[in-house]
């Protein structure tokens, strides 16, 4: 299972001074002024190399003069190790107080601050506060930038996608098109044929056999066209947002999803307790994308699972302004553990063929796009389900709030 990456626990800093003295104080000081941050405290060069390995997210605080080896040097060896690991110098030694050629040696690599004993603690810890939130702010804003970047190479594939898509509803419509009009024509035809035929083993073979076989593919051409209609909407590139009846939404998605539905036997429900149309306003396409995401899931849900009759239920109702769209399954219900992730990027429980674990954020951000939210919830009531419910605006109450 493939799962979001955690960083480690924030707040960690690491004292390197070879005084033994000096670092009892610190260990002393610091402590009582930062008890909720993780200290380490060494004379050891080693220590501070094993641990610049193991946690990229520690600031260092080091003694500039460290016995034998200096402690401009031991830093340059962690930065190698872990690059973007910051350090505050600290410093009796008054040579190099004055030497300004080595403050900025030392404040060029990494270094964030230099400090003089003696040490005054109290606000040496607020500085280790503040470099600490700005290194965990530091490394969010990366983590957030690769996030952000994945989802935009997936987008771009799905980008892909859609206009390979678009040229094959292009291509499979053209003889479509022609194929319904010789349909047509020839449904008309045959109907005078029948008219004008005195042979009555004919006539019954025209109105028994022909005429309905006929009719059926003619259906079957009009299913086709729905489905290339359904596909067109959803792919078209449009970015214009308008009231959107959320029932033709709903009957997109069913186009869209028909196939797997019927492979797997599932019963689909569509029910508006409103009893009335409802519309909400944003981009078409997002909205069909957001649902089939949602719809997409619960048919995978039902793989390997033992239920008997497998139900999707779409359900739609009013709650005052907003509109209430729950989307359930009665397959088998989220474990906690799963549930507090499905909403994180690249969060997946599927193989890597079949999950990219961005469905249920690209939903998310569509329905808060639309001023909207999704939940899920499992119920345990009568009979088991998982439902996410999304809730929407409705047109009709922005219009009047405005
Ligand atoms: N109806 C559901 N029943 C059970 N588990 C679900 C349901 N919907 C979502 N999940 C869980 O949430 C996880 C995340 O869903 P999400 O749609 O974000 O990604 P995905 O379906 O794994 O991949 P994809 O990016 O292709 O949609 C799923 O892997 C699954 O474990
Ligand atoms: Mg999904």
């Given at each position: ?25 610190a ?21 501070a ?25 031991l830093?340059?060896?962690i ?17 190099f ?12 690599r ?17 500085k280790?506060?503040?470099?600490l ?45 022609f ?14 044929i ?11 073979l ?14 079957g051409?009009r ?8 596909f ?11 009231a ?10 069913r ?27 944003g ?6 994308q ?22 999707i239920?779409?359900?739609l ?29 690249f ?16 939903v998310?951000?569509?329905m ?15 009979r ?19």
């Amino acid at each position: 299972m493939a799962t979001v990456s955690k960083h480690d626990v924030a707040g960690r800093y690491c004292v390197i001074d070879d005084e033994s003295a000096f670092l009892e104080v610190a260990r002393a000081r610091l402590s009582h002024y930062l008890p909720g941050l993780t200290g380490s405290f060494t004379s050891e060069p080693s220590d501070a190399l094993k641990m610049a390995s193991t946690n990229p997210r520690i600031l260092y605080i080091i003694d500039v003069r460290l016995g034998a080896q200096n402690g401009i040097d031991l830093f340059n060896d962690i930065a190698r190790i872990s690059p973007r690991a910051r350090v505050i110098f600290i410093t009796g030694d008054t040579a190099f107080i004055d030497d300004e050629n080595m403050r900025e040696k030392a404040l060029s690599r990494g270094g964030i601050d230099f400090i003089e004993k003696p040490v005054k603690w109290h606000e040496l810890a607020i500085k280790i506060q503040n470099h600490l939130k700005l290194i965990e702010y530091q490394f969010d804003l990366e983590e957030k930038v690769q996030e952000r970047t994945q989802m935009l190479i997936h987008a771009d594939r799905l980008a892909t996608i859609g206009t390979m898509v678009s040229s094959i509803v292009h291509e499979v419509n053209s003889p479509l098109t022609f194929i319904k009009a010789n349909q047509e024509t020839i449904l008309l035809m045959l109907k005078q044929i029948r008219a004008e035929c005195g042979n009555v083993e004919n006539r019954h073979l025209i109105d028994k056999t022909i005429v309905p076989s006929l009719n059926d593919s003619i259906k079957g051409v009009r299913q086709i066209e729905d489905l290339l209609k359904s596909f067109r909407r959803f792919y078209k590139q449009e970015k214009t947002l308008t009231a959107i009846d959320i029932m033709a939404i709903i009957e997109d998605v069913r186009t869209l999803t028909l196939y797997n539905i019927r492979k797997q036997s599932i019963v689909f429900t569509i029910t508006n307790r409103s009893r009335e149309a409802l519309e909400v306003w944003g981009n078409k396409q997002e909205l069909i994308q957001a649902v089939t995401n949602i719809v997409n899931n619960a048919i995978d849900a039902f793989e390997g699972s033992a239920v008997k009759t497998k139900r999707i239920e779409m359900t739609l109702e009013k709650n005052k302004d907003h509109l209430v769209m729950t989307i359930s399954n009665n397959g088998p219900k989220i474990p906690q553990h799963i549930a507090d992730n499905i909403f994180e990027p690249f969060f997946t429980t599927k193989s890597e063929e079949k999950g990219t674990g961005l469905g249920l954020v690209i939903v998310r951000q569509i329905m808060k796009g639309m001023g909207g939210d999704i939940m899920m919830r499992n119920k345990d009531d009568d009979r088991q389900v998982v439902e996410f419910i999304c809730t929407i605006p409705l047109y009709r109450e922005r219009k009047r709030g405005k």
